[in-house]
């Protein structure tokens, strides 16, 4: 049994005078224990529908996601999230951020502590643990959020866009970092972007969807090495490939 | 060279320290002369020109009336009868406001229902209540706290209200996503602290309008003692140099209540919201 079962999900949003817009449109997908997947696909095309579908954040219209063969009726503890935006409580300190879901659970006190400094090393932010998210830079506040979704242990980690509004080099570091994580802690990691770049480097299989209504349009496996040489020629191919996948699934005759 | 450079460098410190010094001096000196000098056009005006006590207290007239109120002895009286009204009306405005403001600020239903009856109640004056403070608590401490109630309520409560209305959606998700689910835990831990600072805001607004509610309560319903109470009876007297000190007591002392509350507030509550762009 995979890990997490998207079976034939759709999502239709109505809007005012009874018309409607069909965001997602019959997806299914499996995906395996420890895999990295990203999501890539032009604004529109319903990527982030899905992943909030996946948080419980969103109801799908028809259609079923479980995990582990249970299916998914609201949020959990579970599946955690990582925002696009800043989504940090600002009137919490980076350590009180990250034992926020162990608060809710009811832990006790000095195991939250210990958890705290675990994932506090984890994104190298020790000397930051009793500093308000408004003195953090974009990479750091980024990184807090990883580590309050993953001191929650959830089985499956959702990120959507989380690096999207970081500069570049910024954003690279916060790639290679993840990575890191990612092997340390063995998560399934379910990843949206719209940056190929980013889907080639970091990504197992790259699911690509096309736009209204969003579809899945093909799924490549990527099996270059890690950690993977951005200027290399194979990462080059993959990418050229990807993006030629992305042109052909606008094209209506494709849909 | 080198010690050339070091007194280049000491020079621009000492100019860069007096420069700072000055700011400082002028900040704090200014105000004191804008003070002086009203108070001195004060006392020529009134000693020179208008020449009458009644019509215009001197500035001399209101220290002697103020050291003799000193000597009295029932400033102390009139202060504390003052802050219990004051304090039963924001106290009130706090435990009600709060609450009915946090309910219909986070469930719609209540918002629809409670809506009207506060538009409509909200532009009431709080002085035309004073009849029914009287009918209702009589010319009781309670009455007068009514008055300053119905001025600080309103205030907290649609400051909270819009409070609750403005919580980011994002951390809500975020706070579902990490497990806190229930109304009651997202109400606690994250729609209440993300709008702590409107909440402050209300009751800060609040307490300046209960403030100002007080005087007028306390001429109508106050007892015996209370500063509003007092600036009445010395103005049917005919003692207008003691209508100053009130007047004086009660805008310096409205000002230090909101010194102190932004100093809380600032410093302890929200000190998570430093840097930010309110």
Known sequence: ?255 | MRHRTRVQGKGRDNRLMDATRTHLLRNRLLPVVSIAAVAIVWQLVAQFIVQNKNLLPSVTDVLGAFLVLLESGRLASDFSTSLTHFGIGVGAALLLGIPLGMAMGWFRDMDTAANPIIEILRPVPPLAWIPFAIIWFGLTPVAAGFIVFVGAFFPVLVNTYAGFKGVPRLFVEAARVLGCTSPGRLIRHVALPAAMPSIATGIRIGMGVGWMCLVAAEFFVGGRYGLGKQLWVSYSLQQMSNVVVYMLLLGILGLAMDVVFRWYVDGKLLKWRTGEVA
């Open chain 1, 1 to 255: 049994m995979s890990k997490l079962s998207i079976d034939r999900v759709s999502k239709v949003f109505a809007k005012k005078q009874g018309e409607v817009v069909v965001a997602l449109d019959d997806i299914s997908l499996e995906i395996e224990d420890s895999e990295f997947v990203c999501f890539v696909g032009p604004s529109g095309c319903g990527k982030t529908t899905l992943l909030r579908i996946i948080a419980g954040l969103e109801t799908a219209t028809s259609g079923e996601v479980s995990l582990m063969g249970a299916p998914i009726r609201g949020p959990d503890p579970k599946r955690g999230m990582v925002f696009q935006e800043y989504s940090l409580f600002p009137w919490r300190t980076v350590k009180n951020n990250i034992t926020f879901g162990l608060e809710m659970r009811g832990m006790p006190k000095a195991d939250q502590d210990s958890a705290a400094e675990t994932y506090l090393a984890m994104v190298g932010l020790e000397q930051f643990r009793e500093a308000y998210p408004y003195e953090l830079s974009g990479g750091m506040r980024q990184r807090v959020a990883i580590a309050r979704a993953l001191a929650n242990e959830p089985e499956v980690l959702l990120m959507d866009e989380p690096f999207g509004a970081l500069d570049a080099q910024t954003r690279n570091a916060m790639q290679r970092e993840l990575l890191e994580i990612w092997e340390k802690t063995q998560k399934t990691i379910l990843f949206v972007t719209h940056s190929v770049d980013e889907a080639v480097f970091l990504a197992d299989r790259i699911v690509i969807l096309s736009p209204r209504p969003g579809r899945i349009c093909d799924t490549i496996r990527v099996d270059l090495p890690r950690p993977r040489e951005r200027t290399g020629p194979e990462f080059a191919n993959v990418r050229r490939y990807v993006l030629g996948l992305m042109d052909s699934c606008r094209l209506p005759s494709k849909i």
